[in-house]
């Protein structure tokens, strides 16, 4: 089985700086994307309120909500299936469970996800 393993979340400063990881293990197939997708501490993962925060393609295209445009970067590296979320200027409003994915063309696997805090 596919797992995926969140790290890095934990409690961040308003303005400062966290860096999640996310590594893929077990079955390795072929990711057309990763990303990471966060919601409200307590809502669930398929609730239409989540949000997609930044997604990477195996080529590396990118793309990011508007909510962290200029301040979050998405990196990839395919040859260990990981991917990375380096969040800068952090703010209040970026507290959530952040839940890595990763995309085939016919699966979407999700990471338990991790806790994000941002104090004022």
């Known amino acids: 089985q596919v797992q995926l393993v969140e790290s890095g979340g934990g409690l961040g400063q308003a303005g400062g700086s966290l860096r999640l990881s996310c590594a893929a293990s077990?079955?390795?197939?072929?990711?057309?994307?990763m990303g990471w997708y966060r919601q409200a501490p307590g809502k669930q993962r398929e609730l239409v309120e989540r949000e997609l925060v930044a997604a990477i393609t195996r080529d590396g295209s990118t793309n990011y909500a508007d909510s962290v445009k200029g301040r979050f970067t998405i990196s990839r590296e395919n040859a260990k299936n990981t991917v990375y979320l380096q969040m800068n200027s952090l703010k209040p409003e970026d507290t959530a469970v952040y839940y890595c994915?990763?995309?085939?063309?016919?699966?979407?696997?999700w990471g338990q996800g991790t806790q994000v805090t941002v104090s004022s």
């Open positions: 994915y990763a995309r085939t063309m016919v699966t979407t696997y």
């Open positions: 077990g079955n390795i197939l072929i990711f057309n994307a």
